[in-house]
């Protein structure tokens, strides 16, 4: 029994005893649906704590009754009691099986990660709860497990979080703040980094109050038989009572004398921290303090001017500003200096802080809280690598923290990682994509993700500016609408009082409608709505759609030279205009500057499949020859027999159309072109057939280094052929009769486009993936946040 179990790392194996995999079968469906389970435990204990922040995440409702099963070595043992009437002890069972009470992954994502989490949990039952933690060594070897796991990991297992994650986290809660998580972060940041993440998603635990337990019938029985007179006295029972009353005295002083501890231990690092708090302040008195912490309620305005941090120049040495902005990070050196990098969008600046009480005041703000700085522009001899405004840095004179960061969820600094610090230590953190978007609101800090969505609004305000230079007319059509837009299953369906409505796939319809009320000239920035299942890189199920439509005099081709122009305004006004913008996305994400001409270069579907046919397979022979694997090469093959035999009036594929854009930067040097001429099978109801052959359509795509960003055609604005193509098409015609009706009564040639806004610039900017330029995407998966 002296024996201690060396501290290891869990197995990353799937295996397990019978007990445990018996123990993560699935529970009955009716079992999912109840209203509450029992839990007989010690509500002070760690392991009720983690029951109740299971049931918390997976949404069961617990009751707590008084419980008293205890282990030999002293450890409380939890009971959960289902509606069954079948009890289930000790804590990682009753996790478990609060944890199968709804489909989900927490109990790990497949088979393999089950076995990961069980191995994790038996770790932290042996190796953290069954040790007393108080020393520092014993948390010491527990941070090493954990630094050392979770170098390359957000969470233990997996990509989210894990019943492993919340026991181990519960478990570590108080050792980590008792020992300072500041400190431990010093020698453990991923340790720590990964603890604040998940208690943060954890949450507040609040554990109520213990009832009376439940008296089972055969309890009773038993109590009725003890109190009945004995026959025959128990020898000795007395004395065991005395005994027992004994011990019970011992455990409930010790179990004062530890809450006292604990207690004083709170207070004396509360006291700790109020050293460097700093004084509450309000707007009424904060100028007769030099630091502090301002709390704004828009009881006066002031007479500070600000500037912003990317105006700081050496231009304005020796004078002082105001400037309000985030710590992005502080290093304390010594008692008395302290520096803080302050970020204001995609610009920062050092900012250096003397003085003991001030400094110490600096050195205790937590990343990403906003503060009011007051400071004197000075110019460093060496410029400042670490801040975008280098060549200045502010000697501060008064600081007010006006909003008080907690913990965050994941470090801006592993968020912010250029792509190639990983290939120099691959051991770095890598925030993974759910991550991200999980915390998003933390995520959009970034310098680079500022830098995103700031070309973002460049792109739509370079897209109405010129639209309107060149007479369109700004409209906002209906989201709500009684058929599907552009015909097809991928349309959402909401209920709409005593019918159904649908979410508009595109204001296709309501553009030409607008241009038959004689507005010639018409574009829509609005959302678009597409039931695609799909979770490609591309694609996603709400986007913002950059639409216009106009009418034309003789050819479409006028469209054509609209949309061309168009993107050329875009593109020079997005070098010339987000220089600073485009840098910082490069500094994180490397990528090539767009090539392009004016005007652009422009082919037929056939020519473009011909060049296909004629120049793709060398590009796919190098990629076959390249490959790594059998697997690999057989996907490369298979795709280079495709290319090799495609037909004239084939559809191309994504893969195809890669491997054209690749051909056109190297036979033509431009990654934006336009195919014309689509087959008519490809094609929506309303695309006007070619007049020459009507295998063909006057339809076309427009694509952004291999990719379509834009599609669109002339329309059929004849009422009689467009119904004949609404019938073919099977789209029922009254729920788009009032469309069909515009057209009778008079009706202009017209042709238009639809842009996928986020797409272009995912592919200006050749990111990898559009859910890094959606401020908040949906996908099938993702409604939140």
Same mark, same amino acid.
């Given at each position: 029994q002296?024996?201690?179990?060396?501290?290891?790392?869990p197995s990353s194996r799937s295996g397990g005893s019978l007990r445990v995999a018996l123990e993560r079968a699935p529970a009955p469906a009716s079992a999912r649906r109840m209203a509450a389970l029992q839990l007989a435990a010690e509500a002070s204990a760690a392991s009720t704590s983690k029951s109740f922040a299971v049931a918390k995440l997976v949404g069961v409702k617990l009751q707590l009754v008084a419980g008293a099963e205890r282990t030999p070595s002293g450890l409380p043992v939890p009971v959960l009691t289902l509606p069954s009437g079948q009890r289930i002890r000790h804590v990682n069972p009753v996790i478990r099986r609060i944890g199968q009470s709804i489909e989900g992954s927490i109990s790990g994502a497949n088979f393999v990660e089950e076995g990961q989490v069980d191995s994790w949990l038996e770790w932290v039952a042996l190796e953290v709860d069954h040790h007393d933690l108080?020393?520092?060594?014993?948390?010491?070897?527990?941070c090493e497990v954990l630094n050392a796991h979770l170098r390359t990991r957000t969470y233990l297992v997996g990509q989210r979080l894990t019943l492993a994650d919340v026991s181990a986290a519960v478990s570590l809660r108080q050792p980590f703040e008792k020992a300072g998580m500041d400190a431990l972060r010093e020698k453990y940041p991923h340790a720590v980094r990964w603890a604040r993440t998940c208690l943060h998603q954890i949450g507040d635990v609040v554990v109520p109050k213990a009832a009376p337990a439940a008296v089972a019938p055969a309890a009773k029985k038993a109590e009725a038989t003890a109190a009945a007179p004995a026959e025959t006295p128990a020898a000795g029972g007395e004395k065991d009572?005395?005994?027992?009353? +004994?011990?019970?005295a011992k455990e409930d002083e +010790?179990?004062?004398?530890?809450?006292?501890? +604990?207690?004083?231990?709170?207070?004396?690092?509360?006291?700790?921290?109020? +050293?460097?708090?700093?004084? $509450?302040?309000?707007? &009424?008195?904060?100028?007769?303090? @030099?630091?502090?912490?301002?709390?704004? *309620? &828009?009881i006066k305005r002031t007479d500070r001017t600000w500037t912003p941090v990317s105006e700081l120049t050496k231009d304005m040495k020796d004078k002082t500003v105001w400037v309000r902005a985030r710590v992005h990070n502080s290093r304390k050196q010594g008692g008395k200096l302290c520096f803080l990098t302050l970020r204001q969008d995609v610009a920062t600046v050092q900012a250096v802080v003397f003085g003991n009480e001030m400094a110490g005041f600096a050195g205790a703000l937590p990343d990403e809280s906003v503060v009011d700085v007051f400071g004197k522009i000075a110019c460093p001899d060496v410029p400042i690598a670490s801040a975008t405004m280098s060549d200045v840095e502010l000697s501060v004179e008064k600081l007010y923290c006006v909003g008080r960061s907690q913990a965050l969820p994941l470090q801006l600094a592993d968020a912010s990682r250029p792509e190639s610090e990983y290939d120099k230590d691959p051991t770095l953190v890598r925030v993974g994509q759910?991550?991200?978007?999980?915390?998003?609101?933390?995520?959009?800090?970034? !310098?680079?993700? *500022? %830098?995103?969505?700031? =070309? *973002?609004? /460049?792109?739509?305000?370079?897209?109405?500016?010129?639209?309107?230079?060149?007479q369109f007319q700004e409209i906002h059509t209906p989201k709500l609408i009684g058929g599907a837009s552009e015909g097809g299953a991928d349309v959402f369906r909401v209920d709409y009082f005593e019918g159904n409505a649908y979410l508009a796939q595109s204001p296709q319809l309501y553009k030409q409608m607008a241009l038959m009320t004689d507005m010639p000239r018409v574009f829509e920035i609005g959302p678009i709505f597409r039931s695609e299942k799909s979770f490609t890189h591309r694609h996603m199920t709400e986007f913002t759609g950059l639409d216009l439509e106009m009418t034309f005099k003789d050819h479409y081709h006028e469209v054509l030279e609209v949309l061309d122009g168009l993107f050329n305004h875009i593109f020079e006004g997005l070098q010339t205009r987000f220089k600073r913008e485009i840098d910082a996305v490069r500094s994180q994400y490397p990528f090539e500057d767009l090539k392009w001409k004016y005007p652009c270069k422009?082919?037929?579907?056939?020519?473009?499949? /011909?060049?296909?046919? &004629?120049?793709?397979?060398?590009?796919?022979?190098?990629?076959?020859?390249?490959? @790594?694997?059998?697997?690999?090469?057989? =996907?490369?093959?298979?795709?280079l027999d495709s290319v090799k035999a495609h037909e004239d009036e084939e559809d191309i594929s994504t893969e195809d159309e890669k491997v054209l854009g690749q051909v056109m930067l190297q036979e033509f040097g431009e990654e934006l072109y336009i195919i014309d001429k689509f087959p008519k099978d490809t094609r929506p109801f309303y695309t006007m057939p070619d007049p020459a052959d009507p295998r063909w359509t006057n339809a076309y795509d427009i694509f952004l280094r291999g990719e379509e960003i834009t599609s669109g055609a002339q329309r059929i604005h004849d009422p009689k052929m467009l119904a004949e193509r609404v019938e073919a098409m099977g789209i029922p015609l009254e $729920?788009? *009769?009032?469309?069909?009706? @515009?057209?009778?009564?008079?009706?202009?040639?017209? %042709?238009?486009?639809?842009?996928?806004?986020?797409?272009? !610039?995912?592919?200006?900017?050749?990111?990898?993936?559009?859910?890094?330029?959606s401020m908040f995407p949906r996908d099938p998966k993702r409604l939140t946040p």
């Open positions: 002296g024996f201690v179990r060396p501290r290891k790392r108080g020393e520092a060594s014993d948390l010491e070897a527990i009572a005395k005994k027992e009353e +004994k011990k019970k +010790k179990r004062r004398k530890e809450e006292e501890k +604990k207690k004083k231990e709170e207070d004396q690092k509360a006291a700790a921290a109020a +050293k460097f708090m700093g004084p $509450s302040l309000t707007q &009424s008195d904060f100028e007769s303090q @030099a630091f502090g912490n301002l709390f704004i *309620q &828009s759910d991550v991200r978007l999980d915390n998003r609101v933390i995520d959009l800090r970034t !310098v680079a993700n *500022q %830098a995103i969505f700031r =070309i *973002q609004s /460049g792109v739509c305000t370079l897209f109405r500016e010129f639209l309107l230079k060149h422009r082919l037929t579907f056939k020519e473009a499949v /011909g060049l296909l046919r &004629s120049k793709g397979p060398a590009i796919l022979q190098k990629r076959l020859e390249a490959a @790594a694997d059998d697997y690999n090469r057989k =996907i490369i093959q298979r795709h $729920s788009i *009769q009032p469309y069909v009706d @515009a057209f009778k009564y008079g009706s202009y040639p017209h %042709a238009g486009a639809g842009i996928g806004m986020e797409r272009v !610039v995912m592919l200006f900017l050749n990111l990898n993936n559009i859910r890094k330029t």
